[in-house]
Nanobody
């Protein structure tokens, strides 16, 4: 079973930046697309960004131009660089396989203060 461990969240002021990391336990990582998802308080989990094994990416409209997803297949790790953060980006962020996620990890909390 794939284990996913997210890290890098924290408290940041609006306009600030954070870089999230996600380490996967298996080499299957290099064979599949990966995604970053988030769940804001009172809302359903949503896809933020996804990246194919070849490096092609797509983003939710709300984060285009501010977030960048990348991956290092040799390290089984996917990253999310988040710039110009807004209070509405406050959420628990998760990484998982895309588009068919496995059981969810604990996620990492991102809180953006205004």
């Amino acid at each position: 079973q794939v284990q996913l461990v997210e890290s890098g969240g924290g408290l940041v002021q609006a306009g600030g930046s954070l870089r999230l990391s996600c380490a996967a336990s298996e080499s299957i990582f290099s064979l599949t697309s990966m995604g970053w998802y988030r769940r804001a308080p009172g809302k359903q989990r949503e896809l933020v960004a996804a990246i194919t094994r070849g490096g092609s990416s797509n983003y939710a409209d709300s984060v285009k131009g501010r977030f960048t997803i990348s991956r290092d297949n040799a390290k089984n790790t996917v990253y999310l660089q988040m710039n110009n953060l807004k209070p509405e980006d406050t959420a628990v962020y998760y990484c998982n396989l895309y588009p068919y996620p496995r059981p969810w990890g604990p996620g990492t909390q991102v809180t953006v203060s205004s």
